[in-house]
């Protein structure tokens, strides 16, 4: 069985630490509005390149390219530039999951800890990562999931060596250092061997049943005030959870590739679909 996931995950802006930059996030989970090179799906279906904006997860560092003074409702305050500094220690560090970047989507272990289902997703489901603004669901990530990778806290060298260094960086090695502190806390076998599973989505040149991931995303221009994340609503989706899953099975490829459609057609009225974002340069302290 195929399934589609709704995933509930904190979507507060971040606010910058002062006027010019956001440090590594040591606090919850949040969304930044994010500005960079790109390639979205324009009115005519075609693949596109340019400078794009959108609300992601990224939490790492963060550069202000500036404040937004008359924000549009429930959309971004500020306009971030995304980079990294290697860390010397990742206590206390937030991973970012979703990871939207470079030549793949991955997600690799949110809520997977608490979900046994997560760890369990069949090539062809679809996870829509979003957060409860003002009693509606509102999407931020459309994830087709493609292939996976099973690891764990004591054998995840093969997912390593299949992932990129910036993603080792900023999601992997955060996530085996919170593992590994949850382990000796609870100094349990059981936990330090549990297995998860990191997924990589589906592209638009390479999609599962006509499907693809992608992010909703406007053009970039030094005037952009931003957007708010679209509303979404289907059968399978409530708009009365505010955290955790729904999760939906579907025997029939057909019947969640319509779901899909409709999400398409959805965001499709006030964005465009981005299927790439420029990896974030890494910056030396």
């Not at 459309?142 to 992932?163: A, H, K, L, P």
């Not at 260094?165 to 059981?190: F, H, M």
């Not at 992608?214 to 989706?237: D, E, H, K, L």
Request: aromatic fraction near 14%; charged fraction near 25%.
């Amino acid at each position: 069985m195929i399934s589609l996931i709704q995933f509930m995950h904190n979507g507060q802006e971040h606010k910058p630490d002062n006027f010019i930059e956001k440090k590594w996030n040591k606090g919850d989970h949040g969304r930044k509005f994010l500005k960079t090179s790109g390639i979205y799906i324009d009115e005519k279906k075609k693949e596109t390149r340019g400078e794009i904006a959108f609300w992601g997860e990224w939490e790492p560092e963060s550069r202000v390219v500036r404040r937004i003074e008359k924000p549009v409702e429930n959309g971004p305050h500020y306009v971030y530039e995304p980079y990294f500094i290697r860390p010397t220690s990742y206590k206390g560090l937030q991973n970012t999951d979703p990871f939207v970047f470079g030549d793949a989507f991955r997600y690799s272990f949110c809520l997977q800890p608490r979900y046994s289902s997560l760890r369990n997703l069949e090539k062809g489901s679809v996870i829509l990562f979003g957060s409860r603004i003002q009693h509606k669901f509102a999407l931020d990530t459309m994830f087709v999931v493609s292939d996976s990778i099973s690891y764990s806290r004591q054998n995840y060298r093969g997912v390593m060596e299949e992932t990129k260094e910036i993603y080792k960086i900023v999601t992997l090695n955060p996530i085996l250092d919170w593992i590994g502190s949850s382990c000796r806390r609870a100094c349990s076998q059981k936990a330090n061997s549990v297995t998860y599973k990191l997924y990589t989505g589906a592209n638009f040149n390479s999609r599962i049943h006509g499907m693809f991931s992608f992010f909703p995303c406007q053009i970039y221009t030094q005037n952009s005030i931003g957007f708010a994340r679209p509303t979404i609503q289907i059968s399978a989706i409530s708009d009365n959870m505010s955290r955790g899953i729904k999760k939906t099975e579907f025997a029939d490829p057909n019947t969640i590739k319509n779901c899909w459609n409709e999400v398409v057609a959805q965001v499709g009225e006030k964005c465009f679909l981005g299927i790439f974002a420029e990896l974030p340069r890494s910056m030396s302290s």
